[in-house]
């Protein structure tokens, strides 16, 4: 969905989106009317299949760190702490 613009419809380009894009005037995010894109519209499944896939990503990514950090761990003891030098 980011990368298709067929979603850019001449709607889209004409909607009156609040705020002037100036510093101190910035545009606001919102989606207009019956907009396919708006989280807010997705069903139930499709909401649900991207918790879920964030969920097993952060598992994933935190045993990928820890795994790292062993690593590290045992090789400071191995060699000691110049080992961090390089």
């Known amino acids: 969905m980011v990368i298709d613009q067929t979603h850019v ?3 889209v380009l004409s909607w009156p989106y609040k705020g002037s ?4 005037d910035p ?3 919102e989606y207009i009317e019956n907009d396919r894109r708006n989280p807010m519209l ?3 499944w ?3 299949m991207i918790t879920i ?3 097993v990503v952060s598992c994933i ?3 990928l760190v820890q795994a790292h950090n062993g690593f590290i761990s045992s090789q400071i003891k ?3 702490p110049r080992f961090t030098e390089y």
Not at 21 to 24: F, L, R, S, Y
Request: charged share 25%; hydrophobic share 45%; glycine share 8%.
């Open 21 to 24: 894009g100036t510093e101190d």
């Open 46 to 48: 499709k909401k649900w």
């Open 42 to 44: 997705f069903p139930m």
């Open 78 to 80: 191995k060699f000691g």
């Open 53 to 55: 896939l964030v969920a």
């Open 27 to 29: 545009f606001v995010v």
């Open 61 to 63: 990514h935190s045993f």
């Open 9 to 11: 419809t001449p709607e």
